[in-house]
């Protein structure tokens, strides 16, 4: 077991406090034993949280309304691409689904928030109690699927969620009189609270709440990989042989990865219906599950960092994909068939050229040029010891691919899972 | 009684079809380890090509032709330019890739052919004939029944009876023993993603006509089904894929003409959930234990 924790731990220490912790990963090869302090970096997490969250609501100031509509998007979508990345990256489960339980939080949130606006609840307890409905009816989906999730494995999972997403408007169109058939479920404004009118504009204050969830959901997702529950995930995901002979239950951590991933989707779900004030099947199609896939694959699997630029990612580019085809004064025919169709097209092939190329997405890149400049800033003498020109040079391949390469570049992670156990031993 | 036996005949052939797009996708998970998640978006290439050959030559004949050559070809295409550079340790790595491919191929028929649905009349009647006052199979039905079944049968012949059968099944069964035996293991990779992709974009083309129509998209549902008809059967076993398909096509189409076409997607997903969770080998696989 102690084992098999200092392994994982090796990739955890650096790896886990995300790319702003700009941890050397060139340490990893030659501190063997990795420094357990787990409440100061705890700490440090929750601080770097808070600082970006500061960081994002002073920059709604910044932005015009439409920018921060832009913006609320994209923390929503954050809450969702967030949870996925780590349960793939983590435990190598593939969801193509995770539109289905966006849907989910969604409907859990506007029918409760409706129920809260017959019972005259009104302002935060309302918004508190639908995102408790939010994050129950997510998490008792979440949870089915986890079950049946612990059971399959790559292709047969994603067929099944896949065929979830497929599902969806016969759910509403079957379960109509609660979710509302293709119509959906329509909740009340939230305006700005009376406190802060004068002060900001309504898509302001739905970027702030959507920060805000976002932040709590990343935080809390941020905690379970930092924590044995990150650890279990890996090391079920790397060798479920080994984990289970080490102690770990690998299929009740599989389906805690998936309830997890399912209740910061859900609440995604449930920010985006506070944004829209409508939730209907029609916005949870397969294309935008898919998204959310290219989202994190694009961003670099495992990655909290990678997710949130991965979720910048499709909100801006199929905006300026359209912005740039209105500029062009294309026949309206042309740019009909254009309109939608051309970002997808990008996406597919930025999808694939990424996973046959750069597995590890842009956080993989960012940690790379992150390395180089380390490096390069400090002498050389003090960089490489004597003997260890070599795994200091292939120490930042496995840290910069994170999670699934541990199984597409066998022979870079090599080091990194033989050299702790062998001074162990 | 008599809308039963409708239902059960109309379902024998669709669950031909069924059987046969999901015996493409035995054919390539056996071939290549991978389950092609871009196998719908590909046939739907071939569909379209079978359109414009139909459209130049006013032949329904010449249609098909060209869609069983588009759909090898388009299988060629894809084995050489994109899923040969799939990382081949990491098991997602391929199915993300074609994820990515449906994207491509999706939007760009989109941006090609607009999302209308392009009409595609079938090549005989689609009315059912009467026998002794009970409505059977129309003779399109049979027409498509009959198809795949030989199709099937050809399948069958091809990997039991001729030599290059026994190559594809010896470098799909162990690659290194049959490249040291001379077996062109590259070349019978590519020669069953043809070959797999030529059967879909046949058994896609074969129900446009009647239910998919043509529109960059209309082939996602028949994946699914193939997809669930795969697992049922068991992705290693094409007689399960046969068995596989008939069972899902009678129950799809007696749950859809009893219950309606809107709870469809729920049947498929529950008897997903239900195959995967009770017999996770498939239901006519000798199989163990599924290493994905």
């Known amino acids: 077991m102690s084992e098999h924790d200092t392994r994982v731990d090796a990739g955890a220490a650096t790896s886990g406090a995300d790319a702003a912790t700009a941890t050397p990963a060139v340490d990893a090869g030659s501190a063997v034993r990795p420094e357990r302090r787990p409440r100061a970096s705890t700490r440090r997490l929750l601080l770097t949280a808070a600082g970006l969250t500061v960081l994002a609501i002073a920059g709604t100031f910044l932005l015009d309304p439409y920018r921060n509509y832009q913006l609320a998007l994209i923390a929503a979508y954050f809450c969702a691409t967030a949870g996925l990345t780590l349960l793939i990256g983590l ?58 999730a612990a059971r399959l494995r790559g292709p047969y999972l994603a067929g099944v969620t896949l065929v979830l997403v497929i599902a969806l408007p016969a759910f509403a169109a079957v379960f109509a009189p609660v979710l509302g058939g ?30 805000l969830v976002a932040a709590v959901c990343a935080t809390a997702l941020a905690l379970v990989r930092h924590g044995r529950l990150g650890l279990r995930m890996r090391a079920g995901h790397g060798d479920e042989t080994a984990a289970r002979l080490a102690g770990v239950a690998t299929g009740r951590v599989k389906v805690a990865a998936f309830a997890w991933s399912a209740v910061t989707a859900g609440a995604g779900g449930a920010v985006l219906c506070f944004v829209t004030q409508a939730v209907s099947p029609g916005a949870y199609t397969l294309a935008f ?42 026949p309206a025919d042309l740019g009909q068939r254009l309109n939608g169709n051309l970002a997808v097209l990008v996406f597919g092939a930025i999808l694939i050229v990424v996973v046959a190329w750069r597995p590890a997405g842009l956080a993989g890149v960012a940690r790379r040029a992150v390395d180089a400049l380390a490096r390069r800033r400090r002498p ?23 999670e699934p390469e541990a199984s597409t570049a066998p022979e870079a992670s090599a080091p990194r899972t033989t050299e702790p156990t062998h001074i162990e031993r | ?95 993300i890739m074609a994820i990515g491919l449906v994207m491509v191929i999706q939007s760009a028929l989109g941006i090609a052919f607009g999302p209308q649905a392009r009409p595609m009349p079938a090549p005989f009647d689609t009315r059912p004939i009467v026998v002794g006052g009970v409505p059977v199979l129309s003779p399109y039905d049979l027409f498509v029944l009959l198809v795949a079944l030989g199709v099937m049968a050809g399948l069958l012949v091809l990997f039991t009876r001729t030599s290059l059968g026994l190559q594809l099944r010896a470098s799909a069964l162990a690659p290194e023993v049959s490249r040291l035996l001379g077996v062109r293991v590259g070349r019978m990779l590519t020669i069953g993603w043809m070959l797999a992709a030529a059967v879909a974009g046949l058994a896609a083309l074969l129900l446009v006509p009647t239910e998919l129509g043509l529109t960059p998209h209309s082939a996602d549902l028949l994946f ?7 697992v049922v059967g068991g992705l290693d076993s094409p007689a399960g894929a046969l068995i596989g398909g008939l069972v899902v096509g009678v129950v799809m189409t007696v749950v859809t003409g009893t219950l309606g076409a809107t709870v469809a997607p729920i049947a498929v997903l529950v008897q997903l959930v239900t195959v995967l969770l009770v017999r996770p080998g498939g239901v006519f696989s000798a199989r163990e234990v599924r290493a994905a």
């Open chain 1, 91 to 148: 435990t190598g489960q593939l969801s193509l689904g995770h539109a289905a339980l966006m849907a989910a939080g969604g409907y859990g949130y506007a029918i409760t928030t409706n129920a809260a606006t017959e019972a005259g609840i009104e302002g935060a307890a309302r918004f508190g109690l639908g995102m408790l409905g939010a994050v129950a009816v997510s998490a008792a989906l979440g949870l089915a699927l986890g079950l049946a």
């Open chain 2, 1 to 95: 009684m008599d809308r039963l036996l409708f239902l059960l005949a109309t379902g024998l052939a669709r669950g031909a079809v069924f059987a046969l797009f999901a015996l493409s996708l035995v054919l390539i998970w056996r071939a290549a380890r991978i389950v092609n998640f871009a196998q719908g978006a590909m046939a739907v290439v071939a569909c379209y090509v079978a359109f414009a050959a139909t459209a130049l030559s006013g032949s329904y004949w010449v249609g098909l032709a060209a869609a069983i050559a588009a759909g090898a070809l388009t299988g060629f295409a894809v084995e050489r330019g994109v899923m040969r550079f799939a990382p081949a340790s990491a098991p997602l790595a391929g199915v």
């Open chain 1, 182 to 211: 293709d119509q959906g479920v329509r909740i009340a404004f939230d305006g700005v609270p009376e406190a802060l009118r004068a002060l900001i504009a309504v898509e302001q204050w739905q970027a702030w709440v959507a920060i």
């Open chain 1, 289 to 330: 599950s898919l998204l959310l896939v290219v989202a994190v694959v694009v961003g670099g699997l495992g990655s909290l960092g990678g997710a949130a630029s991965g979720s910048a990612i499709i909100v801006l580019l199929p905006w300026a994909v359209g912005a740039l085809t209105a500029a062009l004064d294309l």
């Open chain 2, 224 to 230: 699914v089904y193939a997809f669930t008809v795969a």
């Open chain 1, 380 to 402: 050389r003498s003090a960089a490489v010891p004597a003997g260890g020109p070599r795994p200091a040079a292939s120490a930042p391949e496995p840290e910069a691919s994170t």
